[in-house]
């Protein structure tokens, strides 16, 4: 399997969360969809064959961001593989632990995070080490038969590449027709692609956990706010033209598709559990609680231009001074901001979540 060029310079050019910390902290919808999948982590380490597995524990945090919602997880993670170790009568066991991402990640962010925050899963261990890799999770990432536990929560909606613009549109939901069926078919080769290069990785018994999302809030107020700036000749037609925003929520038929493909099947890869959860929106209960419309309007702001802004404006014309683009971005989110404070119940999101445990079977 290899990528194309198109693929490569796509994955290599963008960067999909803000960096110097920004997603970290405006990232707590993220944060709580982890903690669906905590019970999943500790059933799956405890299927695990410490025989088959070896003497070193390897685990992969795949689509880490800047660290800080993998904090908890690997956290369970490691209590459950000392739990396992010790009815294997290992007095102890090596633990590394793999965070991947783009090139562009905010890799500075991530390390102060684990090595330096008070609720990092490396306080009060031993033989535990902490690595990363700047590499799409559309590629392989480690050596064949190399992982025993996968982790990987609200990545995969994030395509490799921006498969074609929607007319009038910035999300794939959006879509229409031919167009629609074009984002359905990138999707399909990117899940295909990721699982395939998973199941290389994963060593015989290994178990990945996936967390996947579904669509998001402030899809049609964000498409709304970006034609207003184009009417009002703040942003070009142009450069709205090319704002499609690179993901895509499947539901939950297209996440099991490719386990009914004999190539999957061939893999070892099996899909053991599927769960579906609708996750309440912690900012609309923060606002439920203080009443402040101001400072939900905040929050809300804060997570888009975390998660969206830098590939939203990435193709912002060349011709731009580096002060223009910036009001352009700033105009952007003060209109967003504005907006959300008049009706936060109008402009609340509740994700789905879908959670699948993955195992690769003994051959």
């Known amino acids: 399997m290899t990528q194309s060029k198109e693929n490569q310079s796509a994955s290599h050019g963008e960067e999909h969360m803000l960096g110097h910390g920004f997603y970290n902290k405006h990232s707590h919808e993220q944060g709580k969809a982890n903690t669906y999948a905590l019970p999943l982590i500790v059933e799956g380490i405890h299927r695990l064959d410490l025989k088959q597995i070896g003497s070193e524990f390897r685990i992969a945090d795949y689509g880490s961001a800047q660290g ?47 090595l330096f925050s008070p609720d990092s899963y490396l306080v009060g261990e031993r033989d535990v080490f902490c690595f990363a890799s700047g590499t799409s999770v559309y590629r392989q990432i480690f050596p064949p038969n190399h992982i ?8 995969e909606h994030w395509l490799s590449r921006k498969p074609c613009n929607i007319p009038n549109e910035i999300w794939s939901v959006r879509a229409t027709g031919k167009v629609r069926d074009i984002w359905a078919t990138q999707a399909k080769a990117d899940w ?5 290069y998973r199941a290389l990785e994963m060593q015989p018994s290994a178990e990945l956990l996936i967390v996947g999302s579904g669509a998001e809030g402030l899809i049609d107020l964000a498409n709304h706010i ?115 404070a008049q009706d936060p119940k109008k402009y609340s999101c509740r994700w789905v979540l879908h959670l699948m445990l993955i195992s690769k079977k003994q051959k």
Request: with cysteine; aromatic share 14%; net charge negative.
């Open 192 to 196: 295909h692609a990721f699982l395939q």
């Open 226 to 340: 970006l034609q207003q700036l184009v009417k009002d000749g703040t942003l070009y037609p142009s450069e709205y033209e090319q704002m499609a925003i690179p993901t895509y929520y499947r539901t939950a038929e297209e996440w099991k598709e490719p386990f009914t493909s004999d190539f999957i099947r061939k893999s070892g890869l099996s899909l053991d559990d599927f769960k579906e959860f609708r996750l309440d929106d912690v900012y609309l209960e923060q606002f439920q609680r203080d009443d402040n419309a101001q400072a939900f309007a905040a929050a809300y702001t804060g997570f888009f231009k975390a998660a969206y802004e830098p590939c939203l404006f990435v193709n912002l014309s060349d011709k731009r001074t580096p002060e223009n683009r910036q009001h352009v971005i700033d105009l952007f989110s003060q209109k967003l901001e504005s907006a959300l």
């Open 148 to 155: 025993a536990f996968g982790y990987s929560a609200i990545v």
């Open 68 to 114: 800080q919602n993998s904090l908890l997880p690997m956290k369970t993670a490691i209590a459950q593989i000392r739990t396992l170790a010790a009815k294997f009568g290992r007095a102890t066991t090596p633990i590394s632990v793999t965070h991947t991402d783009l090139p562009t990640n905010d890799w500075t962010t991530l390390f102060q995070t684990v």
